[in-house]
Antibody, heavy 115, light 107 residues
Framework: DVQLVESGGGLVQPGGSLRLSCADS????????MSWVRQPPGKGLEWVAS????????YYVDSVKGRFTISRDNAKKSVYLQMSSVRDEDTGVYFC????????WGQGTLVIVSS | DVQLTQSPSAMSASVGDRVSITCRAS??????LAWFQQRPGKAPQRLIY???TLQGGVPSRFSGSGSGTEFTLTISSLQPEDFGTYYC?????????FGGGTKVEIK
């Protein structure tokens, strides 16, 4: 089965940094767009960022531009989200998502921004 | 940015009922729309992509229709395991966006 496993979530203070990781088990990982989608507690889904298979294109929601960076390592079949200058409103479950059409989702990792 | 408006935001229906959820886009997105089901405490699962293509393994009582700016997810005969929140997502243009969700409760 294709699986995505996120890690790296936790408690971080406002203004701090955190790096999320997502490991894919599929050997065709490098052919897929990968994304991060988040969900604040009790709220709906919000797309955060996407990166092309070769890493040559990436896109971000306006609220994280200049603070978050999406990257990937195809040799390790992994995608990352570097979160900096975090704010209270960045709190939520972060899902790693495979494909431009969001076909496969990880189980999520919880990020809590609090002092 | 493309705004997606889902309706209703919540509903309660009985087992066996036919249920429809609408997703309206603020601009033409062709057929680049997907539907997801999310049960409490779980990750979303894709049900439908490119507006009407059923994801493998998803029961045939789920169907999707529409193009352009108006889309519908239909459950032909609601089952107890269909509770949860349903989201649409446009995949036509970045930033990708989601609808606000429709919470489905089984009476």
């Amino acid at each position: 089965d294709v699986q995505l496993v996120e890690s790296g979530g936790g408690l971080v203070q406002p203004g701090g940094s955190l790096r999320l990781s997502c490991a894919d088990s599929d050997f065709t990982f490098s052919t897929y767009w990968m994304s991060w989608v988040r969900q604040p507690p009790g709220k709906g889904l919000e797309w955060v960022a996407s990166i092309k298979g070769d890493g040559g294109e990436n896109y971000y929601v306006d609220s994280v531009k200049g603070r978050f960076t999406i990257s990937r390592d195809n040799a390790k079949k992994s995608v990352y989200l570097q979160m900096s200058s975090v704010r209270d409103e960045d709190t939520g479950v972060y899902f790693c998502v495979r494909g431009r059409s969001s076909s496969i989702w990880g189980q999520g990792t919880l990020v809590i921004v609090s002092s | 940015d493309v705004q997606l408006t889902q309706s209703p935001s919540a509903m309660s229906a009985s087992v066996g009922d036919r249920v429809s959820i609408t997703c309206r886009a603020s601009q033409d997105i062709s057929i680049y729309l997907a539907w997801f089901q999310q049960r409490p405490g779980k990750a979303p699962q894709r049900l439908i992509y490119t507006a009407s293509t059923l994801q493998g393994g998803v029961p045939s009582r789920f169907s999707g229709s529409g193009s352009g700016t108006e889309f519908t997810l239909t459950i032909s005969s609601l089952q107890p395991e269909d509770f949860g929140t349903y989201y649409c997502q446009q995949q036509s243009t970045y930033p990708l966006t989601f609808g606000g969700g429709t919470k489905v409760e089984i009476k």
